[in-house]
């Protein structure tokens, strides 16, 4: 089966956010299998790279594609 990671993303002033690195789904809350897709996720990685949002995302893109 396939395996997933949270991608933590932290916010100055608002709760932080965890991104499925699989679906990209964004959950409040390091579940152990992610909502949208259902895969087990194997850990939270910090990413401090979250400068600028769109940056950010097409980063993520990179990695998957
Ligand atoms: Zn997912």
Redesign the pocket.
Known sequence: MKT?YWIQKTHLFDSDEYI?S??R?ISDIPYKT?P??G?PMKKVKYDASWVDEAEGMSALMDEDW
């Open positions: 997933a499925c699989s679906c789904y992610c949208n897709c895969r």
